[in-house]
C-alpha cells in the first residue's frame, strides 16, 4: 500500500512541475467497483442558447460491471448523456442515450462524434480557462464529482 501511495505521490509531483492538468480522478464504489474518471474538458460555448457538451474516459477497476446512468451539472438545467450516431447515408444524429454498461476492468470514452455529456439550458456560458463541476450518477446509487476544464471552442481534445 505504501507502494502505490509512493507511486501516486510521485506522479502528482511530477505532473505539477510540468505544469500538466491534474484531470483524473478516482473513487472506490463498492468492495469490487473502483471507477476512475479521466482526461474530462468541455469546449467554450458562445452563449447559453446552445448547449454545451462534455467529454471524458471513464474506466472500471473493479470486478464487478457498473453502469453510468445520468449526470448532473449545475451549469446546466438539464445535462444528460447523448450517442451521436452516423447512418448509411453519412447523416449524424443525436439522441438521449440509455444506461451505459461498463464491464468490470472495462471502459467507456465520452467524446466528439459518440457518446458525450450534453449539457443543455447553460445557466451560463462555457467560458475558456474556467472549470465546473460535473456529477456522474451510476447503478449502484453512487454520485461521483468532478471538475471540468473548459478550452477553446475549435478544441479537439482536453489539450485545446
Not at 474538458?41 to 477497476?61: C, F, I, K, M, Q
Not at 443543455?120 to 456560458?125: D, K, V
Not at 462555457?126 to 478544441?155: H, K, N, R, Y
Amino acid at each position: 500500500m505504501f507502494e502505490t501511495f509512493a507511486k501516486a505521490i510521485q506522479s502528482l509531483s511530477v505532473a505539477l512541475m510540468m505544469g500538466l492538468p491534474i484531470a483524473s480522478s478516482a473513487q472506490q464504489l463498492s468492495d469490487n467497483a473502483s471507477i476512475v474518471v479521466e482526461s474530462p474538458w468541455a469546449r467554450a460555448s458562445l452563449r447559453t442558447s446552445r448547449p454545451g457538451g462534455a467529454y471524458l474516459t471513464v474506466r472500471n477497476e473493479g470486478s464487478d460491471p457498473i453502469s453510468l446512468i445520468g449526470l448532473r451539472a449545475e451549469i446546466s438545467g438539464m445535462a444528460s448523456i447523448h450517442e451521436t450516431r452516423t447512418n448509411s447515408d453519412g447523416v449524424s444524429s443525436m439522441a438521449p442515450a440509455n444506461d451505459i454498461m461498463i464491464p468490470a476492468g472495462g471502459m467507456i470514452a465520452l467524446e466528439p462524434g459518440g457518446y458525450h455529456a450534453m449539457l443543455m439550458q447553460l445557466q451560463s456560458p462555457l467560458v475558456e480557462g474556467e472549470t465546473f463541476s460535473l456529477t456522474l450518477l451510476f447503478s449502484d446509487g453512487t454520485e461521483l464529482e468532478i471538475t471540468v476544464p473548459i478550452v477553446g471552442i475549435g478544441a479537439r481534445g482536453p489539450e485545446g
